[in-house]
């Protein structure tokens, strides 16, 4: 399997990331990921996440 499949699915913290489509910083399993808000709405400090989706060291996010 790829790395970084069993990440999909996995509810992440944001620590900052804003609007669709604006890349931030989640905690993910107790480490910190860069993320890109890959959904419709917002992510704002402290909510969250699923990660639907893992490109190197990115990690894409929506609301959960």
């Known amino acids: 399997?790829?790395?970084?499949r069993s990440l999909i699915g996995a509810i992440a913290r944001t620590v900052e990331v804003g609007a669709a489509?604006?890349?931030?910083?989640?905690?993910?399993?107790?480490?910190?990921?860069?993320?890109?808000?890959?959904?419709?709405v917002g992510l704002y400090a402290n909510q969250r996440c699923r990660v639907v989706r893992v490109s190197g060291l990115q990690v894409g996010v929506v609301a959960e």
């Open 1 to 4: 399997s790829a790395p970084g």
């Open 21 to 40: 489509g604006a890349v931030g910083r989640v905690i993910l399993r107790g480490s910190s990921w860069e993320a890109r808000n890959d959904g419709t």
